[in-house]
Nanobody
């Protein structure tokens, strides 16, 4: 089992920045692909970003590419999502997820999920 706890969400004005963190405990963190997903009000959950177990590969949704940066510190069992130039359409609950033996954007392939952290961007 892997337990995931997100933090760092909040209320920010458009154009501002936030840094989300996801602390993992349980099984070996370094063996997992880590991903960030989000669910906006009235919408389905969508992929935001992923990082491979080594950190050598990253992927981003087109809507956040160039604005968000994913990173991980395996020594601290933590993955981060730096969000810059935030827009009102980034408002959502952001979820951290872990996948074993998978790297990609499919939420169904992620085995473990955090409870989520709210990000609200005001215009």
């Amino acid at each position: 089992q892997v337990q995931l706890v997100e933090s760092g969400g909040g209320l920010v004005q458009a154009g501002g920045s936030l840094r989300l963190s996801c602390a993992a405990s349980g099984r070996t963190f370094s063996g997992y692909t880590m991903g960030w997903f989000r669910r906006a009000p009235g919408k389905e959950r969508e992929f935001v970003s992923a990082i491979s177990w080594s950190g050598s590969s990253t992927d981003y949704a087109g809507s956040v590419k160039g604005r968000f940066t994913i990173s991980r510190d395996n020594a601290k069992n933590t993955v981060y999502l730096q969000m810059n130039s935030l827009k009102p359409e980034d408002t959502a609950v952001y979820y951290c997820a872990a996948a074993h033996y998978y790297y990609g954007t499919a939420s169904g392939r992620y085995n473990y999920w955090g409870q989520g952290t709210q990000v609200t961007v005001s215009s």
